[in-house]
């Protein structure tokens, strides 16, 4: 259609000295008087409400095989509105090419484009006339290249819609793309000043009232990105637009189908069916590709509700007759053009929350499906499954013995109202509920350390269909479990707060468990003992709280923000972690508000059997006796080892080796032990490593390993 006059559009033509809008005085002027490079003035013109309009030619620095046709050199019209609306931009040529990031508009204006996505309270703090002329020279180049918006940023809307909000879940878009299908909308919150309505299945129960609004699913053929320059605002245009879908017939045929159901019997009914005098509603689903072709999916919706009722719409569509304030089925045929101009109200659609829309929002490549088995439902599991499944990552399976008491809900994730039952049931719950899971989180009350069979084989059944094992129980005891039982190769990871709760580790095996949490469990004893930014990070604190009459029912002061924070960074470091092959140990140490993180790879470490005891002597230790062994030669020397001694499961981790004290006598022949300051130096390592490393000597070592230690 050709554009209308200048003067019609713009006004008269005057000379750029006497324009009067600062905007556009001062843009004139730098086109004018100092030759902004790429600009040539055309003319300047002022219509009589005051608006101030620039014509220039732009050049387009466009390659010689571009995307997007643009000419050489665009005759474009920069329009200053006489209040402080933000300036425009305008195409004047009638075969302007539809491109992204342009603004919709009239039929009979010109494209306007837009340069700048920034909402103009925030763009008009620093806006200057040479930023506004460059963002014109670099929108018209980036789109000419089809470089402008690119493919790593999400698909251009194909208009603002200010009406309704409508949330559908994803499987019912889906399912639309097999045919119309009929939704059910409800309104969650009528004191809003927005619409925020849900759409779902009709069988579907929700607690919200049901409002009159027929809602038809409909999805389009695949449309190139870009703003549509005239949004649909009546049900012809609406038609007219969708591409692969007849419109028309398919309300026609719906509206009938509606019809016939109160007629089905053969009498007359005493009303008409409760749809035919609702509003009628479509919801349009957009396959949109990026701007070098490739496809992305239906990432656009958008929802247009009628102002007439369906029965209304069906008259004029000359399917239906009304007679006696009945509808019924129209005998005669008649023309329908009439529905063409019903008004539309147009809504955004976004899909419900779900697995998918979690990880695209978080950043996640593509939904993670492998199944998590979690150890421990308390502050810290709890947390960190929740982050976790926030981000759309993993099925989960939860595992814990306990109950949620009172004394827990102050740093839980789950409410008040789910105390009294089980954790890992109502943790699974909470999953469950909050991405609506399409696979359902298990959960099992059991105690992992039970020696019950049944209870043993049911945590052995779910422990044996992960991908990854979670300990998040808090417990030496249960670690030590998990490191060996069940005897496969599911990866584990061990995560917990040191007993100040200041401080919040994580232990990942390697992927092929050459190291298990058992070796991970003494290199963080060691790491502790050596590396000075740890110390005081497994103090023992007795600021602690009752929460019971009984003695041992405590629990130690940690405020919720400490236990998200540090949780959030575990969370956080997880799905890295278990992207390599390498297991690793974690550390992070909160004071005054800053947060410090000490590293390590999983050390190497050598197994020794002697009948059924097992000597674990780490890489680290078997170096530092090496390096004691050549500082004394030709001298015979003797250190001392500290180790973390299992009982149970007869094996002792030697972790650190001490030099020989300072009094101790070595020869070529002999040697002699000393003791000073070793007492002292043996009692601040057991306590350092909150009582889990001791010396290893003769005296307490099991009969059978006394001459080995």
């Given amino acids: 259609m050709p554009l209308r006059p200048l003067s019609e559009q713009f006004g008269e033509t005057v000379e750029w000295e006497a324009l009067q809008n600062a905007k556009s005085h001062s843009v004139a002027r730098l086109i004018c008087d100092f030759g902004t490079q790429g600009y040539r003035f055309v003319e300047a013109r002022r219509s009589g409400s005051g608006g101030e309009t620039i014509i220039v030619n732009v050049h387009v620095n466009r390659p010689q095989l571009y995307v997007h046709p643009l000419k050489a050199v665009e005759l474009l019209a920069l329009h200053f509105p006489v209040d402080d609306r933000q300036p425009t931009i305008l195409a004047l040529r009638d075969d302007f090419p539809d491109v992204p990031h342009t603004n919709p508009g009239h039929r009979d204006d010109p494209r306007s484009l837009c340069i700048d996505d920034r909402p103009w309270t925030e763009a008009k703090l620093n806006w200057t006339p040479s930023d506004f002329l460059v963002r014109i020279h670099t929108w018209l180049g980036k789109t000419a290249r089809g470089e402008l918006h690119g493919d790593v940023r999400a698909p251009e809307p194909l208009f603002v819609a200010p009406g309704p909000v409508v949330i559908v879940d994803r499987v019912l878009v889906d399912e639309a793309g097999k045919g119309p299908i009929e939704l059910a909308v409800h309104r969650a919150d009528a004191e809003v000043n927005r619409e925020i309505l849900i759409a779902t299945l009709p069988s579907t129960p929700l607690p919200f009232p049901r409002l009159g609004i027929a809602l038809i699913t409909v999805v389009t053929e695949r449309r190139e990105m870009g703003a549509l320059r005239f949004p649909p605002r009546t049900f012809g245009e ?19 189908e509606w019809t016939s159901q109160a007629w089905e019997k053969g009498a007359q009914p ?22 070098s072709g490739k496809e992305v999916g239906i990432l656009d919706l958008k929802c247009f509700l009628s102002l007439e009722t369906v029965a209304q719409i069906g008259v004029k569509m000359g399917c ?25 109200v147009c809504g955004e659609v976004h899909f419900g929350h779900d697995r998918k829309l979690a990880s695209q929002i978080s950043g996640a490549e593509g939904v993670d499906l492998r199944r998590a088995v979690l150890v421990g439902a308390g502050t810290v599991g709890s947390h960190v499954a929740a982050n976790l499944a926030r981000e759309g990552r993993y099925t989960w399976d939860v595992i814990d013995g306990d109950y949620l008491l009172p004394h827990n809900v102050p740093r839980h994730v789950l409410p008040r109202a789910e105390v009294g039952r089980s954790k890992a049931a109502a943790l699974a719950r909470f999953i469950d509920g909050m991405n609506r899971y399409p696979e359902q989180s298990g959960h099992l009350t059991a105690d992992v350390l039970s020696n019950d069979p049944s209870t043993e084989a049911a945590v052995k059944s779910k422990l044996e269909t992960a991908d990854f094992i979670m300990d998040a129980s808090a417990s030496i005891a249960v670690s030590r479990r998990l490191a060996a039982w069940p005897d496969t190769k599911t990866r584990r990871l061990s995560f917990f707060f040191n007993s100040d709760g200041t401080d919040a580790v994580l232990l990942v095996e390697p992927n092929d468990r050459s190291i298990s949490l058992r070796e991970l469990e003494a290199q963080h004893y060691a790491m502790v003992v050596q590396v000075p930014a740890l110390r ?17 029912q405590a629990t130690n002061r940690m405020p919720e923000t400490r236990a998200a924070l540090l949780s959030a960074l575990i969370s956080g470091a997880i799905p890295g972690a278990l992207s390599t092959e390498q297991g690793s140990i974690s550390i992070w140490r909160t004071k005054d508000g800053a947060v410090e993180r000490v590293v390590a790879p999983a050390g190497n470490w050598q197994r020794l059997a002697i009948d059924d005891w097992s000597i674990v002597l780490s890489d680290d230790v078997a170096k530092a006796i090496g390096r004691f062994r050549e500082q004394h030669l030709p001298a015979e020397m003797g250190g001392v080892l500290l180790g973390a001694l299992d009982m149970e499961a007869h094996c002792i981790h030697v972790s650190v080796a001490l030099e020989p004290p300072s009094d101790s006598k070595g020869s070529e022949s002999a040697f002699e ?7 002292s130096r043996i009692a601040a390592i057991t306590e350092q490593t909150g009582g889990q490393l001791a010396r290893l000597i003769r005296e307490r070592a099991p009969e059978r390993l006394a001459s080995v230690v």
């Fill in 320 to 344: 239906l007759d009304e007679a006696n304030g009945l509808h019924a089925r129209s005998l005669t045929a008649r023309d329908g053009a009439a529905a063409d101009a019903v008004e539309l």
């Fill in 536 to 552: 005081g990070h497994l103090h023992t604190s007795e600021a602690t709280i009752a929460y019971s009459g009984a003695c041992r």
């Fill in 673 to 679: 032990r000393g003791v000073s300051g070793l007492r």
């Fill in 238 to 256: 609406l038609a007219d637009e969708l591409s692969g879908v007849d419109l028309r017939s398919a309300i026609r045929a719906r509206i009938l």
């Fill in 270 to 291: 005493q009303r008409d069916p409760e749809r035919l005098g609702w509003r009628l509603g479509v919801l349009v689903a957009f396959p949109v590709a990026t701007e």
